[in-house]
């Protein structure tokens, strides 16, 4: 048996682990947080979100400024540090490589562009296409951002968001028409998120470029939020290639889906 030092020894390094790991969770859920309010938020803010003690939150907060993951302002008030840039990018570029075959399934099955995004703060981030091969087709750069409410992955992204969420990330964008059909008004965009909900996809009809339609559906239980699509001229992609390619966009979502929930249990 050992000692009793060595149990009060043992049960010390314990405490310590485990108080490590409850105070590397609590960082990375106010750094969650943080996100979700637009990457600037006071500390009272955040104690009222996460139930955390003010001092808490404080230490937990200066740790993160000393480690270049959160700066705090002239107002002093805390936003998202330029070291998180660095992590988010190379998490985008593996995940973009992640989703590569099955884009090009999207592809080889709808003969359109195929496109995957992600929900970073406020804005959309594409983080991967397979291009369509046909003649006449869609370029979207791989990095490029816009913003949610021109585009079928953004509303495809924000459907399951609650109203007072959506409100409060178009107030916090703005809402330029980018054409002529661009959704520029929040009570339109609730109501065409609430199509996407009924219907499952999410469609952009000449709303970011004119000529130019998306059909968009989330990727389920992603790690972080993410969405699929195609994209190609309005004169391919009709209303009758919309019947027939919903279930492919639908089904490859589902799949790669698996393949990263089964990736992430790999790597637990």
């Known amino acids: 048996m050992p000692s009793s030092s060595a149990s009060t020894t043992d049960a010390t390094k314990s405490?310590?682990?485990?108080?490590?790991?409850?105070?590397?969770?609590?960082?990375?859920?106010?750094?969650e947080r943080m996100?979700?309010?637009?990457?600037?938020?006071?500390?009272?803010?955040?104690?009222?979100?996460?139930?955390?003690?003010?001092?808490?939150?404080h230490r937990l907060m200066r740790t993160l400024v000393v480690c270049g993951y959160v700066r705090q302002q002239s107002n002093r008030r805390y936003a998202l540090g330029p070291r998180l840039i660095r992590l988010g990018e190379s998490a985008s570029r593996l995940l973009g490589t992640w989703a590569r075959p099955y884009l090009a399934r999207l592809v080889e099955e709808t003969g359109e562009t195929a496109n995957m995004a992600l929900l970073d703060g406020d804005e959309i981030v594409y983080v991967a296409q397979v291009p369509s091969k046909h003649s006449m087709r869609m370029f979207t750069e791989v990095g490029r951002?816009?913003?949610?409410?021109?585009?079928?992955?953004?509303k495809a992204l924000l459907a399951g968001a609650s109203p007072e969420d959506v409100r409060a990330l178009l107030a916090r964008t703005g809402m330029p028409a980018a054409t002529e059909k661009t959704i520029t008004t929040p009570e339109g965009f609730l109501?065409?998120?609430?199509?996407?909900?009924?219907?499952?996809?999410?469609?952009?009809?000449?709303?970011?470029e004119i000529g130019v339609r998306c059909l968009a559906v989330p990727v389920p239980n992603s790690p972080t939020a993410a969405?699929?699509?195609?994209?190609?001229?309005?004169?391919?992609?009709?209303?009758?290639?919309?019947e027939r390619i919903v279930p492919v966009l639908q089904e490859v979502a589902r799949d790669l889906s698996e393949a990263l929930a089964n990736t992430a249990a790999a790597q637990a």
């Open 15 to 31: 405490a310590s682990a485990s108080g490590g790991v409850q105070s590397l969770e609590r960082a990375f859920d106010l750094l």
């Open 35 to 57: 996100a979700d309010a637009g990457g600037e938020v006071g500390l009272s803010e955040l104690s009222a979100s996460s139930g955390l003690p003010l001092p808490t939150i």
């Open 145 to 154: 951002r816009v913003l949610p409410h021109s585009t079928g992955v953004g």
């Open 191 to 208: 109501a065409a998120l609430e199509v996407v909900r009924r219907s499952g996809y999410a469609i952009d009809d000449n709303e970011q």
């Open 227 to 242: 969405a699929i699509s195609i994209s190609g001229p309005a004169g391919r992609v009709t209303e009758e290639a919309t």
